[in-house]
């Protein structure tokens, strides 16, 4: 038995066996056993939440946004609907709204760029971004406490969210991507600003 073998417990190994389950490593067929997948040597893409902790991880998941909400943006001017524009300038009316009522902004600011997402007609944009979005979602508490604390900041970001907004309203794919990738820049530019305020704060011994 595996437990013989290894030195461990029962239990141990059905947790190790549960673990593969969960990964696709290993399937169970009733009356059989359990076996290794076709699939098994696919891995899944995953990030450890608890390392989405730190300034340097947001900045890192702000660098990966970066590259996939530029394509995103010029996909979507590319090929957007009258339908999915509406959409999008809901998805940004909420969050102009939401944030003027004094709110975080933090799940209408993912809502409005899963919209974008959608206008582009490709699957794979959306179903990343959805699997990126439990990060996404703490990264962006992040940046938008950030922002917030500056009014320069919130209106910065305002501004870009309309660029993009505009030039897949124009169908321009070069501006889009441009827009977006700017948003992001800014976006790191802005946590830079607080990991540099939080220093500061230290030293002098104020609260952050």
Do not use: C, W
């Not at 947001?58 to 943006?73: C, D, F, K, N």
């Not at 524009?85 to 939401?98: F, H, V, W, Y």
């Not at 902004?105 to 490709?122: S, Y």
């Not at 900041?153 to 870009?160: P, Y």
């Amino acid at each position: 038995m595996l437990s013989e073998e290894f030195g461990v417990s029962r239990t141990v190994i059905r947790e190790a066996i549960s673990r593969l389950k969960y990964e696709g490593v290993v399937e169970s067929r009733q009356g059989s056993g359990v076996f290794v997948t076709e699939q098994a040597g696919i891995r899944p893409l995953r990030i450890d939440y608890t390392d989405t902790g730190t300034l340097e991880s947001v900045l890192q998941i702000v660098e990966l946004r970066r590259a996939i909400e530029a394509e995103v943006a010029a996909q979507a001017a590319r090929r957007r609907t009258d339908a999915t524009m509406t959409a999008i300038d809901a998805a940004l009316a909420r969050l102009d709204t939401e944030v003027a009522e004094g709110g975080d902004g933090v799940a209408a600011d993912v809502a409005f760029h899963r919209a974008i997402a959608a206008a582009t007609g490709n699957p794979y944009f959306l179903k990343t971004l959805e699997f990126l979005s439990q990060y996404l979602e703490a990264a962006t508490l992040v940046t938008r406490t950030n922002e917030a604390r500056r009014a320069d900041f919130s209106r910065q970001v305002r501004e870009e969210h309309q660029a993009i907004v505009a030039a897949i309203r124009a169908g321009d794919a070069l501006a889009a991507r441009n827009a977006a990738q700017n948003h992001m820049y800014n976006a790191a530019r802005r946590l830079s600003h607080l990991g540099q305020d939080e220093a500061d704060d230290e030293r002098s011994g104020m609260p952050s």
